[in-house]
């Protein structure tokens, strides 16, 4: 059974820190690796996918890559600012059409 | 903009009431549509998996005939949730998946259920 471990649970950082969020999943069988956001009582917004057979993907301030075999993954946010608040989350799947398992996510929030 | 709408938003009811909740793909078609649950501080857990035009598949301990799921149609799925109790307030939230697509899974907003 795939389990995705996200730890700290919550981390507070001064704006303009560069910070590095990890992810970790028990089984390498993956199809993708999925990082979203979410903010307080909202739903998801994807931020970027990877597929196994890729190592990293960026858009913009962020960059997120993949080890398959050790089964970790981490999102880089560069330069933070106080509207990166939100609740990370990573979740893993093992098809084109399947569930997503995730991660009970990393609570972030950038000081002023 | 939005690729899938989910409505209400919010619900706020007395226990013992059924509540849909409606999951609509706009401007696709979806092969899959995904039921999943978030409580509070929690990650989301699937629910249950609906394709189109079958029976959904529930995930162990989700009881089937407490949340009724129905996909008519490649552009909707509805999660009914029969005389729900004070423990069923909770995050709902869909999220779907296009045909023969590599693309990721979209996903509603969300519905805040809260039983009184």
């Known amino acids: 059974k795939q389990e995705v471990t996200q730890i700290p649970a919550a981390l507070s950082v001064p704006e303009g820190e560069n910070l590095v969020l990890n992810c970790s999943f028990t089984?390498?069988?993956?199809?993708?690796l999925q990082w979203f956001r979410q903010d307080p009582g909202k739903g998801l917004t994807s931020l970027l996918l990877?597929?196994?057979?890729?190592r990293e993907q960026t858009s913009g301030r962020l960059n997120a890559s993949l080890d398959k075999s050790s089964g970790r993954s981490t999102l880089y946010i560069a330069a933070s600012q106080p509207g990166d608040s939100a609740t990370y989350l990573c979740a893993v799947s093992t098809g084109a059409n399947s569930k997503l398992t995730f991660g009970k996510g990393i609570t972030l929030s950038v000081r002023p | 903009g939005a690729v899938v709408s989910q409505h209400p938003s919010w619900v706020i009811c007395k226990s013992g009431t059924s509540v849909k909740i409606e999951c609509r793909s706009l401007d696709f078609q979806a092969t899959t549509m995904f039921w999943y649950r978030q409580f509070p501080k929690q990650s989301l857990m699937l629910m249950a998996t609906?394709?189109?035009?079958?029976?959904?598949?529930?995930e162990q301990g989700v009881e089937k005939d407490k949340f009724l799921i129905n996909h008519a149609s490649l552009t909707l799925s509805t999660l009914t949730v029969t005389s729900a109790h004070p423990e069923d307030s909770s995050f709902y939230i869909c999220?779907?998946?296009?045909?023969?697509?590599?693309?990721?899974?979209?996903f509603g907003d969300g519905t805040r259920l809260s039983i009184l």
């Open positions: 609906s394709n189109e035009g079958s029976k959904a598949t529930y």
């Open positions: 990877i597929q196994s057979s890729q």
């Open positions: 999220s779907v998946t296009i045909r023969d697509s590599n693309q990721p899974q979209h």
């Open positions: 089984d390498s069988a993956i199809y993708n």
